[in-house]
């Protein structure tokens, strides 16, 4: 498994028909001082499998401050399913 896209955007969402939709996407994030927050965003990842590796796989997310210290962790668990047959 692979991530073949990673991303941080306002919004993000799937569409009925499976077309991932992206919505102002950032390239770098700012603030007037620290700590600080953000109103929000979307994490957007992207995972590219061959069809071996269809199933449930777990999946996690660590966030670290420039010292090394863990700021956010996020486990959760994805379900690969096969692509459409061309």
């Given amino acids: 498994?692979?991530?073949?896209l990673a991303l941080l955007a306002?919004?993000?969402?799937i569409d009925g028909s499976g077309k991932l939709n992206i919505l102002g996407i950032f390239d770098r994030l700012?603030?007037?001082s620290f700590p600080t927050r953000h109103p929000h965003?979307?994490?957007v990842l992207r995972f590219s499998a061959g069809i071996q590796q269809v199933g449930r796989h777990?999946?996690?997310i660590?966030?670290?401050?420039?010292?090394g210290n863990e700021?956010?962790?996020i486990d959760g668990e994805i379900n690969l399913a096969p692509g459409p047959s061309d």
Avoid at 1 to 4: A, F, G, Y
Avoid at 62 to 67: E, Q
């Fill in 41 to 43: 965003l979307s994490l």
């Fill in 58 to 60: 777990d999946v996690g």
């Fill in 10 to 13: 306002d919004a993000a969402t």
């Fill in 1 to 4: 498994v692979e991530i073949d």
């Fill in 30 to 32: 700012t603030a007037a």
């Fill in 62 to 67: 660590l966030l670290k401050a420039p010292d």
């Fill in 71 to 73: 700021v956010v962790r």
